[in-house]
């Protein structure tokens, strides 16, 4: 005659017999536990500050722990770029990831401390256009005025970006090229001293990504010339494309989002990218966003990773065929 096993005994029997094989399996941490540090790798106010900032208090809220912003700029993002690269990935530490520090760095610097392989995808956070902007004084009122102009001169003309190697920089080189002239390339730290100086005409022109440059357009500190995006940005309709404006090579989209070290557990990435997706789509934070000039995006590691591995293939060719350098 067979007697059944009440439930509880058995799990007991399975603990113990557990135990006597080496102990239970350990228990994984609660995710997140403590605060988390959102590593911005460029200087504050500038578009990759702004929408981290935008993102990492509803973040925080969702999450149930703080989201604190720490900007660790320099080496074209590098800097910050492998500070998350080496930190413990465990989802505590996280980067606001561009694309400049996680596709276009590895076609221009040979010898960074981290690989592509060192950071893990985990969302696309917004795409911004970039925007071609000129001095208030400067006179020309479009971008086919503005290269008129620089044929006539003798020197050139001068165009700012947020640094060497940066998109924007890269974008002025797609400039350059389709427009034929000369254009002197002068890199900044970040987009708010380069702001400052093109205000005060000292620069000529520049690329600067659509946030961080729109108040200025809006009140009349700046011109913008032309988006570098296929279609206007609704934040500034009457601003044309570089297709409108006779420059349909100069095709740019900034892009920015989140990554974690490599090794961060699947689960840990999966949980990220659903609560930015959430928070992105919330249309609160959405339209804080599009005031921006961004376009909300929110997407799963795999694709984001995916997206990744392209932009490093299509920026590396351009950074080829220019031969483009820094220095």
């Known amino acids: 005659m067979s007697h059944a096993i009440p439930r509880r005994t058995m799990g007991r029997i399975l603990i113990a017999g557990g135990l006597a094989l080496g102990g239970p399996a350990r228990a994984q941490p609660a995710f997140p ?34 989201v604190v912003v720490d900007n ?16 413990d990935p465990d989802g505590h530490t996280l980067l606001m990831t561009t694309i400049g520090t996680a596709a276009i ?59 060497n190697g940066t998109s924007l920089h890269l974008t002025g080189e797609l400039l350059r090229q389709a427009a034929g002239i000369d254009l002197i390339h002068v890199p900044f730290r970040g987009s708010a001293p380069m702001l400052t100086e093109i205000i005060a005409g000292r620069v000529d022109l520049a690329v600067d990504n659509l946030p961080s440059s729109l108040a200025h357009i809006r009140e009349g500190r700046l011109k913008g010339l032309a988006v570098t995006t296929a279609r206007r940005s609704p934040a500034l309709p009457d601003v044309p494309t570089t297709r409108e404006a006779g420059f349909p090579q100069v095709d740019a989209v900034a892009w920015f989002g989140i990554q974690a070290p490599a090794r961060t557990p699947k689960p840990i990435l999966d949980r990220l990218a659903q609560e930015i997706r959430a928070v992105v789509q919330d249309p609160a934070v959405a339209a804080r966003i599009a005031e921006q000039g961004g376009e909300p995006v929110g997407n799963a590691p795999e694709e984001f990773e995916a997206f990744i591995r392209r932009e490093i293939a299509r920026w590396g060719e351009v950074i080829r065929n220019g031969n483009v350098t820094v220095d």
């Open 33 to 66: 536990n403590r605060p988390l540090r959102l590593v911005v790798p460029f200087p504050a106010g500038g578009t990759t500050d702004i929408l981290a900032r935008i993102v990492a208090e509803p973040l925080g809220r969702r999450l149930g722990q703080p």
């Open 105 to 163: 760095n590895y076609g221009l610097y040979p010898n960074l401390p981290y690989k592509a392989s060192d950071l893990a995808a985990v969302t696309n956070v917004a795409d911004v256009p970039n925007i071609i902007i000129a001095a208030p004084g400067l006179q020309a009122g479009t971008l086919a005025e503005a290269v008129a102009l620089g044929k006539r001169s003798r020197d050139g003309l001068t165009i700012g970006s947020s640094g």
């Open 72 to 87: 660790r700029p320099g080496a074209g993002g590098g800097i910050g770029a492998d500070q998350v690269a080496k930190a």
